[in-house]
């Protein structure tokens, strides 16, 4: 439900506009469908290997609070992209994974002086 709800209101201001305002990209871990809580197998575009070009907001979605626990190859990967500019947050238990990965770099980052603006 909510994978389906962040994208879904996306879906329909393209519909409603008739015109491509925005585009989305799912990666996994290993570019292979990922089964969401209910079972239904959903495609992703690439993996966390691939370079996922220039992206303006990375959204974490996650049915368990240990996703990604102790992934250090996921890690660099969050770490990369927030690095690129672009925003990032978790939906759902996608929030834990984005703490534990990128909560010490983002506080590094604020003690540093470079808070990240949301616009």
Known sequence: ???AAAIEPLRS?????????????LFSR???PVSASNGVDIAV???IDDDPGA??????????R???KGDAALAKWLRTI??????VG??????????????????LRIALGKPRRLQ
Do not use: P, Q
Not at 56 to 61: E, G, I, P, R
Not at 90 to 107: F, N
């Open 1 to 3: 439900m909510s994978f």
């Open 13 to 25: 201001a393209n519909r409603l506009h008739g015109d491509k305002l925005y585009e989305w990209r």
């Open 30 to 32: 290993d570019g292979r």
């Open 45 to 47: 575009h690439a993996s």
């Open 55 to 64: 992206l303006d907001l990375l959204l974490a979605c996650a049915g368990t």
């Open 66 to 68: 240990d996703a990604g």
């Open 82 to 87: 927030a690095r690129r500019g672009a925003a």
């Open 90 to 107: 978790g939906i759902s238990l996608g929030a834990y994974v984005i703490e534990r990965r990128l909560a010490r770099w983002t506080a």
